[in-house]
Each structure stands twice: as structure tokens, then as C-alpha cells.
């Protein structure tokens, strides 16, 4: 069964700080690894996912297999960043899009 | 593009009572999601349909809950009767469909429901 485990229940930094999330999985296969995020009054949505390699809002997360780890990262935080972050991973598509969740971490940028 | 609609946002009930919510996915989505959210916790997957079938309801406590995916669109996620420990917020996400194998595998949640149970 797989699982993702985020250490970390909440992240206090200060504007223009780097910050660094951590998310590690566990499952025998090959998962597909993505960050949710979720700011105050919205809805969950989608930040990134590992296979498009891609920065979004700045932050980037590089999925290390030897590790089973996918932490994200961003060099300068905003205080707009302020949410809670969930990584999440999925397996293979024949079992559907089904998301294992981490517990997620609150991120609190301070200016 | 309207979003994954879900009704009511809020329900309080006291412990053996029944509650449904409802939950209207993205036009033209497949694949539809209820996933149970308790303060504290990341989201834990309830049950998956893709179109009006169930792919995955290993975690639905089916003594209690129930849901359905009449047509294919529309879904109901029924508790009856419901405990203390059901208490938390009911997300419902939509993906375009999970059996194609060009799916980006985004899914997409509404505001979710909070249950409160006295």
C-alpha cells in the first residue's frame, strides 16, 4: 500500500526566505507525485506535478526515487504563499487517479 | 469553466441521524471522487466512480455510508447512521477520466461539505 508521510505540520518564515516542504513516499512502484495547495477560503487545486518538470509561482520539486522523496521548494517565499500544502502521489493508471494524501503542511510566510 | 459543485457547505446532526450530500462534477468528467477530510489530516480517498461505476470503495465504511452515480454526472454520498468520528469535511473531485491513459491526472474539488456530529 503506498503512503506519503509530511514531517513537518507547520512552516514559519520569514518574506523573501527560502523554504523547503518535505514529502516522502513509500509504494514499490513507480508513482506519479504531485503538490495540492490550498489557500485561506478556497478550494484544494493543483500546484505542480513531477512529470511536467515545471516552476509554478516560483516553487519546483524534483521527485528522487533513491530517496522516495518529492520536497518542495522555493528560493524566496511571498507572503502570498501563506497555505496549507499537500503532497500527494498516485500509482498506475489502470487503478484510476486515485490520490494518497500526506497530512499537509501549513506554510505561514510573516513580512 | 464552472467548478465541482457541492451542496450543503455545512450540516450539524446529532449522532444516529442521516445527512446526503450532493456533489455535480465538471461537465464532460468521468471520473468522480468523495473523499473524507477530518481536521488535521490530509484528505483519505471514500470512493471512486468512473462514469456510473465503482473503481474503488475500499475505504467506504459500507455499514454507514453509501453513495451512488446515477447517469454518470450527478453523485450523492449518503452516512446513516451517523457517529461522532464522521465529523469532518466531505470533499468531491472530478477528473476527465482516469481509464484514458492520456489523463493529466489533475483532479479537480469543489468547496467541500462540513458535517458536524453532535
Known amino acids: 500500500a503506498q503512503r506519503v508521510t509530511q514531517p513537518e505540520k507547520l512552516l514559519s518564515v520569514f518574506k523573501g526566505a527560502p523554504v523547503e516542504l518535505k514529502c516522502n513516499y513509500s509504494y514499490s512502484g513507480s508513482p506519479e507525485l504531485f503538490w495540492y495547495v490550498q489557500y485561506s477560503r478556497q478550494r484544494l487545486q493543483l500546484l505542480l506535478r513531477?512529470?511536467s518538470r515545471e516552476s509554478i509561482k516560483g516553487f519546483t520539486a524534483d521527485l528522487n526515487k533513491g530517496e522516495t522523496s518529492f520536497h518542495l521548494k522555493k528560493p524566496f517565499a511571498q507572503e502570498e504563499d501563506s497555505a496549507m500544502y499537500y503532497c500527494a502521489l498516485t500509482t498506475i493508471k489502470a487503478a484510476g487517479n486515485k490520490l494518497t494524501f500526506g497530512g499537509g503542511t501549513r506554510v505561514l510566510v510573516k513580512p | 469553466e464552472a467548478g465541482v459543485a457541492q451542496s450543503p457547505r455545512y450540516k450539524i446532526i446529532e449522532k444516529r441521524q442521516s445527512v446526503a450530500f450532493w456533489c455535480n462534477p465538471i461537465?464532460?468528467?468521468?471520473?468522480l471522487y468523495w473523499y473524507q477530510q477530518i481536521l488535521g489530516q490530509g484528505p483519505k480517498l471514500l470512493i471512486q466512480?468512473?462514469?456510473?461505476?465503482?473503481?474503488?470503495d475500499s475505504q467506504l465504511p459500507k455499514d454507514r455510508f453509501s453513495a451512488e452515480r446515477l447517469k454518470g454526472v450527478d453523485s450523492t454520498l449518503k452516512i446513516q447512521p451517523a457517529k461522532l468520528e464522521d465529523s469532518a469535511v466531505y470533499l468531491c473531485?472530478?477528473?476527465?477520466?482516469?481509464?484514458?491513459?492520456?489523463?493529466?491526472?489533475?483532479?479537480?474539488f469543489g468547496e467541500g461539505s462540513r458535517l458536524t456530529v453532535l
Open positions: 473531485a472530478s477528473s476527465l477520466d482516469a481509464s484514458w491513459r492520456f489523463d493529466t491526472g489533475e483532479l479537480f
Open positions: 466512480f468512473q462514469n456510473n461505476g465503482v473503481v474503488d
Open positions: 513531477h512529470i
Open positions: 461537465s464532460g468528467h468521468a471520473t
